[in-house]
């Protein structure tokens, strides 16, 4: 690849896309690295987590969509370091070298000091852990079908969700239909739609970025799919038979995280100053302080804009990705640098169910079908390819009359 200033980004999510494709007239050749060889398109996960849809329909491989970027290579290997005094990246025992250098690696869950809850309470990050979730809840239908205590079938047939954020509420909803509708007459000696779905929150109400009336709604609409919500209470133990949570005691077999989350380690490996979340902590244009030509983008970095985090959003890494593209752009071109980053915000929106949404543009707030309907064509608006649009679009449609759900397949290996 010649002489040409080489650009390394680390992990292919959302904000590495847009600043690889930002990049593509640049006089620049650039890699990214991922560990897995394809883009997880995230924001549909719960779907797999709950038979919606499966795998392949929301993850793209990395190489096919860099593969006309002729000054882009992709690179699969997990990064364990980064040598900053040599400028290279280290990714299982190879050295890359770079001159410039992007870490967009994302997050993971996090238990708030409670490590141990991750074996019973699996969090949704990636495929793998949809696959599992899919896995424990099909499994405990199949279970409960098979118990003869009627006390061990309740605990087989109540699930908890803990964390009342746009994920949980609708893996919630999403279990709710999958019990009452999908299962309902697939089973001899249980009824599916007897299950108990439990959302947790601690905080006073589910959907905190939306507006209360929103939130409000939101809970209206679960509880009529049959989801019983508890808000302002933590949870403070988490095992095998269930969540305790203030002085009560929820009896579980099946329980859900989706209450926290923690930046990649990605500030350990350059030594720079990162918030309690792990989050590097960035300057206007996005670069990491006295960090020569180093970037940190997406849900691993801080941004801070009027006082207030930019947040963990997949519109807040694009734009992110398109901004450092553009830093980067202009610094190997000698032109002057782009006014520091500024994130537009465009609003928030959460599903609840097959058919049921709620959406806060600002200028804006819908509930309901329409609604709904919106948030379908925005996220298949903003799937990678048009093979997995055409055949989400079909899933959703087939569900929306069928009720079905049919990536009902347990291929994970049982946690019993
Ligand atoms: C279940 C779920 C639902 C969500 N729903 C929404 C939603 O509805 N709307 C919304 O706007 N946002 C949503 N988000 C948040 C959104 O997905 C993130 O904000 C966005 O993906 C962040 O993009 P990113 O580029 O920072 O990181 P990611 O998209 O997380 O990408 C990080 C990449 O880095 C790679 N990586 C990490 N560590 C390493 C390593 N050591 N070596 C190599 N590669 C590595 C990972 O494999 C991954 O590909 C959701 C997130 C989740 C988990």
Request: proline content about 5%.
């Given at each position: 690849m010649g002489e040409r200033p080489q650009l390394v980004i680390v992990g292919a999510g959302f904000g590495c896309l847009f600043a690889a494709q930002r990049l593509a007239d640049s006089p620049i050749d650039l890699t990214v690295i991922d560990r897995h060889n394809y883009h997880l398109f995230q924001p549909l996960l719960y779907q797999v987590a709950t038979a919606g849809l499966s795998s392949a329909e929301i993850a793209w491989p990395v190489r096919s969509i860099l593969?006309?970027?002729?000054n882009a290579a992709v690179l699969l290997g997990e990064v364990s370091g980064i040598d900053t005094q040599a400028r290279e990246v280290i990714v299982e025992g190879r050295r890359l070298r770079y001159d410039w250098l992007v870490l967009a690696t994302g997050a993971r869950h996090a238990y708030f000091g409670h490590d141990e809850w991750e074996k019973t309470a699996p969090g949704l990050k990636r495929i793998e852990d949809a696959t599992d979730i899919r896995a424990r809840v099909l499994t405990a239908f199949e279970r409960a079908e098979a118990e003869t205590d009627p006390e061990k079938r309740r605990g087989l047939l109540s699930f908890a969700v803990v964390g009342g954020g746009p994920t949980g509420v609708e893996l919630a909803g999403a279990l709710a239909e999958l019990a009452r509708?999908?299962?309902?007459?697939?089973?001899?000696?249980?009824?599916?739609?007897?299950a108990r779905i439990v959302l947790l929150e601690a905080g006073p109400r589910i959907l905190p970025a939306f507006p209360e009336k929103l939130s409000a709604i939101a809970q209206r609409s679960l509880e009529k799919l049959g989801v019983e919500v508890r808000t302002g209470e933590a949870v403070t133990a988490c095992d095998d038979s269930g969540v305790s949570v203030g002085e009560d005691r929820i009896a579980a077999r099946t329980i859900l995280w989706a209450a926290g989350v923690a930046a990649s380690p990605a500030a350990t490996w350059i030594g720079a100053e990162a918030d309690r979340a792990g989050r590097i902590k960035v300057n206007p244009d996005l670069s990491v302080p006295w960090k020569q030509r180093i970037f940190a983008i997406g849900d691993t970095a801080l941004v801070m804009q009027d006082s207030r985090p930019v947040p963990a959003v997949a519109p807040a890494a694009k734009q992110q990705g398109r901004y450092v593209a553009q830093v980067i752009d202009s610094a190997v071109r000698a032109k002057s640098a782009p006014p520091p980053f500024r994130y537009r915000d465009y609003g928030n929106l959460a599903t609840i169910g097959r058919k049921f949404a709620v959406i806060d543009f600002g200028w804006i707030r819908l509930s309901g079908f329409t609604a709904w309907l919106l948030w379908c064509v925005a996220h298949i608006y903003y799937l990678i390819g048009v093979r997995n649009r055409i055949v989400v679009s079909i899933h959703w449609l087939w569900a929306y009359f069928t009720f079905q759900r049919g990536a009902r397949l347990i291929t994970a290996p049982r946690k019993d």
């Amino acid at each position: 690849m010649g002489e040409r200033p080489q650009l390394v980004i680390v992990g292919a999510g959302f904000g590495c896309l847009f600043a690889a494709q930002r990049l593509a007239d640049s006089p620049i050749d650039l890699t990214v690295i991922d560990r897995h060889n394809y883009h997880l398109f995230q924001p549909l996960l719960y779907q797999v987590a709950t038979a919606g849809l499966s795998s392949a329909e929301i993850a793209w491989p990395v190489r096919s969509i860099l593969r006309r970027q002729a000054n882009a290579a992709v690179l699969l290997g997990e990064v364990s370091g980064i040598d900053t005094q040599a400028r290279e990246v280290i990714v299982e025992g190879r050295r890359l070298r770079y001159d410039w250098l992007v870490l967009a690696t994302g997050a993971r869950h996090a238990y708030f000091g409670h490590d141990e809850w991750e074996k019973t309470a699996p969090g949704l990050k990636r495929i793998e852990d949809a696959t599992d979730i899919r896995a424990r809840v099909l499994t405990a239908f199949e279970r409960a079908e098979a118990e003869t205590d009627p006390e061990k079938r309740r605990g087989l047939l109540s699930f908890a969700v803990v964390g009342g954020g746009p994920t949980g509420v609708e893996l919630a909803g999403a279990l709710a239909e999958l019990a009452r509708r999908a299962l309902s007459r697939d089973f001899r000696r249980i009824d599916p739609r007897g299950a108990r779905i439990v959302l947790l929150e601690a905080g006073p109400r589910i959907l905190p970025a939306f507006p209360e009336k929103l939130s409000a709604i939101a809970q209206r609409s679960l509880e009529k799919l049959g989801v019983e919500v508890r808000t302002g209470e933590a949870v403070t133990a988490c095992d095998d038979s269930g969540v305790s949570v203030g002085e009560d005691r929820i009896a579980a077999r099946t329980i859900l995280w989706a209450a926290g989350v923690a930046a990649s380690p990605a500030a350990t490996w350059i030594g720079a100053e990162a918030d309690r979340a792990g989050r590097i902590k960035v300057n206007p244009d996005l670069s990491v302080p006295w960090k020569q030509r180093i970037f940190a983008i997406g849900d691993t970095a801080l941004v801070m804009q009027d006082s207030r985090p930019v947040p963990a959003v997949a519109p807040a890494a694009k734009q992110q990705g398109r901004y450092v593209a553009q830093v980067i752009d202009s610094a190997v071109r000698a032109k002057s640098a782009p006014p520091p980053f500024r994130y537009r915000d465009y609003g928030n929106l959460a599903t609840i169910g097959r058919k049921f949404a709620v959406i806060d543009f600002g200028w804006i707030r819908l509930s309901g079908f329409t609604a709904w309907l919106l948030w379908c064509v925005a996220h298949i608006y903003y799937l990678i390819g048009v093979r997995n649009r055409i055949v989400v679009s079909i899933h959703w449609l087939w569900a929306y009359f069928t009720f079905q759900r049919g990536a009902r397949l347990i291929t994970a290996p049982r946690k019993d």
